[in-house]
């Protein structure tokens, strides 16, 4: 989390609305992505400059412009002068630090999110932040990294399959959101599948390296919780604002959103409750161990050492020890030994713990 | 719970709306089941087809559709069609894991909640979506198993007991949520009885088995809250809506089904709080009898392990050590291991070891 | 708790306003006692046929009817009639696992709240649901046992002490709520000393019969809490509500009652908090213990086993072993014993051990 | 806290209203304090009967009555007559278990806190309740032990310094309760210092008796907050009544007093945050010191058990033992020994048990 | 934090409004700093007496006086009459202790927070209130010590960098608070880095040294907290006052300021999620470090204690031992040894001991 701040020294020097990137620079080229369509045409091209956007734009009704990569701050201010976004807005863009939030402006609506993956090999979350501007005949969004969880509407729209052929850009901003936030149940089932492996291990093979995977969980639990706690409201305010860019038949939709929201906030608690009691539960996991471990320590210990101290009185060197002499000392002796061993066994059994 | 969402890295893929069955596909045939009644006859049959319901609902003046199975979604399609049931609706029917919740169209009433059973035997919850639409004369339910809780109000209906028979289809709406609702008393009943058996079994006899019983339990309260605190606002939503559907002389009723999540909510968060202390309860325990183990290692071990060390010395076959030819040594030796042992016995009884 | 529930399994099979009684039959008889005053006379008898309550409620113009005993439905079922009480008020009233409520019906006033008394040989809460319908000139009570904790009252009553006799019903039916929750401040100093208790013990002699004591009284206070919470909005709906049976100079007595709602909630709350850190402060004292038995036996461990090493050395019988022979070997030997033994208690006391 | 309710028991039976000093008598006299002042005037007397009160009253523009000791009733019942004050405000006054709460009738304004002091030798929270009434140009003051912390205010009235001598009697009023909420922040300052040095302790030095003293502050913590919390709601209560009584140019000095009760309940709030975590570090410091101990012991007993059982091979008496008569068997023996202890040194040390 | 309350049994004895320092004289002599500029002109001198400010004040737009050092209450007051500052606000300035907030006068506006920093040799946070006069055309900020996080915005000023330079004083206003809330991510960046170092070592080295900078950065969080929290309710009292003052143009910033702060207050509350369970982590970390010395010494004792006593048996001395006079006898002990010791190790080994 620290390391993503890191350049918030180089930052805080500079004045509000300044345009700094505050995130790794992902080292590739910026990559600008146009889908166009309506309901009869449907164009997907990677294009080199901003100004080819505009051909496309004319042709269909509704037009996608995709940005990967936020380093090139130039492009940015472009594509601000072009649709008169706010430098703040701009500014929001390239924090990669955002909350969640929904912004309205007279000519467009502003919404960030973090765009959530779940990396099965590392088991880790990958975050991105996702930035959307609503236009009004255009989506424009932008990534910090290349690849992302968009395919599936990427595919629809180009397989003309659901509403979003026939609707303007609003459902095709609504349509986005609703892929990201589709796919942090996906996020979830996998880190559900982790924390119930974490369980069952913690329950019967508490080794230590189980420690580390929960601490990483709870974290990832606490990153998805920042991502999703605040979008409640965001969607809410979507909801609320009746900004004339956003038609009425997209309000069910948003609502839709809504619980869906509500669901993950749900599941996401859940999670941080069952992984809550995970470290209590090793732990007593390990105190049964250490139990069993100390009391076959005390009964081993608690038999031998007195029967020890019994052989080591006659081997004391005395010549007077009248015993030595006697012809039944040797199995008696053995005998006695048996005797309080059993006796050992019976107590020990008795406070269970044979 | 994880399993339960397994279908959603195939769902991300398709648009809103799209009808896909979220849930084990409960591998039976779909089962149509017609309750037709009024004050003065009852039906009861299993039908083939859909278009056998027709004849009922005209004869008598409350229909109750029950479909056991989810996994016919032309079935699903057909029912939406015929009663305008809105495409996200059925979305929502097909996909068991919504959070309970009412909404509101002009020509229907939408219910969903969980039907919660104890499996006394598999000591665990087993939980089921159950759709509710409420139209004017009908009441549509959509189960994903064979088998449910609704019994004791089919017996109700068909012996002609309480008020049911004589009211309209709101009245039987209720009346199924209320049987549901009813048997999480039940359920809670089940649970309150494990947990006062783990609770005493944590006390007395705390074997480590008790933590996976006490992590299933836990889980079980935590399936039980996440079904049951979003009913609290829903049943509110009934009441508020005022929907043209629902007459004001069932309200009384909904506030008495209101009453009843408030004290399941209750008992559930007390469930929950006596939980949450049970694992400490546990380990104290299990402390108790590490403690009791270690204070029998130590007096037998520090009372044997210096008289053995006096033994030792009169084992050791130096030419020159005067007290072997005494001839009082022995005796003399023994006398000082019993006064030493007396002397630690009479240490670790002040110290309230014994 | 899960007890009083068991005949929900029964209940549940019946249609909503079914009088069942869930709850143990307290054995006896039904018992009716009727209280009827004025400013100027006081009558008190135990009646053996509601008929008789008319007589008293003519002459007096205020007449207390108190029931004990509710597995009598049909003499429920007589006075409902009687009074025109609605069935679901009396299904709450036979429910005694009601959360406190008031309701309001035009022609009478309900509130059911718990009694809670301290049994201070068990050392545990006795707790009964106490039902109140306030009618215009009169208060009709159900309890589910006999005895009660409202003979301060009825001697006030018959002593013409305080104001109660110059009012009217309202002010009776005021007058029993505050009685019963004036009791609960009994309750929480009984339970306040027995935390004392406890804690005095956690501190200075940790024994494990502790912990139960302990889990006792949290779900007692978990009891007390169920009772109390809900108590603050229901007196506070008797405030707002303005219902014309209660008389507006009874409202700052209801004020006077919220306020020791309030002070009850927040002594319950600081108990929870007290108790809440009473196991960690058990298991700190215990492990105080436990690390005070590993000292002991680490020293004597530590000190005596390379002793009996070295006396092991020496009681081996190698043929060739030089200092056998020597003269002083054995002084030396038990003099390097000494050193040894001695260092080694330095080394503790440095470490703080002794 | 449960000894101050011990004659709750007594107090149960009365009507309410009824005047009973719930609380320890204090055995010493009731005595009466009479401050009147004006801009130019100042008097300060103890007087001997209420009577005295009024040549003061028609001689200066403010009177302030202090009333130390509670246990005469028939004094408070003269004050109440002589005043018009509530029963029940009487009431409230000599039942000392008082949540803090502002009452306003038409006559006068009623307020009660706690008065806390922190007293450093027996590093233990007395409080006291205070009640305040203010009438147009009086205030009357209950405490209900002699001595309290108003002296600083006594000492700016006789000095005429600050505002208060130009101002009427809510100013007085006002200047009461500042002065003892002001000495909350002496409370806790010291309650700080504590909570500093118990820190110190539990991480330097985690003695048992560690866990009495902490218990104690977290006792007084709750106290305290008791004491606080509600009289954020009443302050405000007061600035927003607007009772003829409180002068507007008051306001503002109340609303400073609302900061301060803020500040209060955020320090208590880091308090508890702090000593909360502090039985844990004081459980990890005996852990740490555990785990040291058991080190300890561990090597030793590691190192010299397996040895022992050398010797005491070579310590049997078999007539067919080769190596005893090998000249170099004794010290190859040794050697062995030396060997082994080596070995282990070098695994502990890997292990950094050294 | 109880330090720097330290003069607050003097301050007590005082009316309110009296000008004191509560805090620690910081030794060096007052520094008042003038700052003048417009869009044309820039200004920086270090004056020596306030009456050289008018001259600034006339010749450019906006002043910021800027003054550092609290002890000389004779300059607070000059100031104060000048331009007709509350004596509340004046005592505000002087009392470090205070809680953020915004005060709202016909003439000004009053607004104090913390500026802190991360010491990042101590480990520790250092703060410091800041005090913000808005007047007309001028800012004047009270600072305790030298030395500040504002240069940022000095240089911005001077080299005319951003907005800054055209806009008025309530500008100026805004971007000190900008500038010193934007060092909190500063701070919170070095305390992640140090949480993150703190977590890492609680799994892998888990040393005692660990648990006081634990209780440090909890320390510090409390503090972050404390002073962050109270800014999200000033910083919307600054947008919903509407003071004539602040200019419509910058609510704008001032929103993006609220969001800053809702960014800060979500990582504070992470960081204080991670930090509470590393005691846990830390605990765990331990008891798997004892879990394995535990082990080390079960086995050794558990194989040698047993052989012991068998070489302890043929070490009697005993006449009668038929054993002893046979050939095979010794080789035929050391196999029973070797047996015993080899099931032992199976023995642990099926255990998951080894």
Redesign the interface.
Known sequence: ??KK??S??K????????LVHVGKASGTEVRLTVIAYDASQYYHTVIQDLSEVDAYAQRAAVTWLNIEGLHDTRLLEAIGNKHSIHP?TLEDILNT???P?ADFFDEYVYFVLKMIRYDNVRKALDTEQISLVLLPNMVITFQEHPGDVLD?LR??LEKA????RHESADFLFY?II??II??Y??C??DM??EI?GL?AQA?ENPV?GL??SL?HI??DL?IMR?GVWPLREQITALLREEHPIIQASTA??LR?LY?HT??II??VE?FR??TF?L????????????????????I???I??????I???????????P????????PV??GVCAVIAGAMLVFFRR?H?L
Chains 1, 2, 3, 4, 5 share one sequence.
């Open positions: 989390m620290a701040n890191s918030y020294k930052k805080v020097a500079l004045p509000p609305g300044s703040l630090n955002q909350r939030k599936p595919q629809r399959k659901g509403r979003v349509s609703d892929v589709d796919h149940f996906v979830l089932e559900g599948e119930e369980e329950l230590p420690v580390p601490q709870k974290r606490l920042k069910i939709y839709d619980d509500i669901a749900d599941t859940s409750d069952m009691g470290l209590d539960v090793y732990l007593s996991s390990l105190s049964n161990r250490m139990n069993e471990v100390m009391k076959v320590l005390t081993i210990a608690t031998f050492i007195p029967l020890t101290f052989a080591g009185i006659y081997g004391m060197n005395f010549q007077h020890m015993e030595l002499g006697m012809k039944w000392a040797y002796t053995l406070k713990w």
